[in-house]
């Protein structure tokens, strides 16, 4: 396969012209020269940014990505951070399903006002403890039992 240019590889792995210089700069991909002032890739920049875009979807920093790249491009990802991350994720999928399931309860609780409804109530209280929303302060309460 013949060298990419920055809009190709823009083009392809779905993100701006302006990310992948971004990128180069956090040391996630390299071009590998230039066609007049147009940045050249190898085809193989499309498989990094497909771990680059997996990492980001699985919650990891840029500078964490960066990590899992030995400095010869090979992949060198520490399993326990993996491991770390999933038990992560298994927290919020628990905590996010808690909260589905209070939500969907309070849709058709017969209880005359949603402030009646005692599942309802304890939404309220972990809303206001914190231990839902967009992430749990370290010592807050959980989403309570139903």
Do not use: W
Request: proline share 4%; aromatic share 4%.
């Amino acid at each position: 396969m013949r060298d990419l240019d920055i809009g190709e590889v823009a083009r392809r792995a779905g993100v701006a012209a302006s990310t992948l210089r971004y990128y180069e700069e956090k040391r996630l991909i390299a071009p590998i020269g230039r066609r007049g002032l147009r940045r050249l890739y190898d085809p193989g920049v499309l498989e990094r940014l497909a771990l680059v875009a997996l990492g980001r979807a699985a919650g990891f920093s840029l500078d964490e990505i960066a990590r899992m790249f030995a400095p010869d491009g090979r992949l060198r990802i520490d399993r326990v951070m993996l491991m770390t991350r999933a038990d992560a994720l298994d927290r919020t999928i628990r905590r996010l399903g808690a909260l589905r399931d209070g939500l969907r309860h309070a849709a058709v609780c017969r209880a005359p006002s949603h402030m009646e409804c005692p599942t309802f109530r304890r939404i309220l209280g972990a809303a206001a403890s914190g231990a839902i929303g967009a992430r749990r302060k370290k010592g807050a309460r959980r989403l309570p039992k139903r």
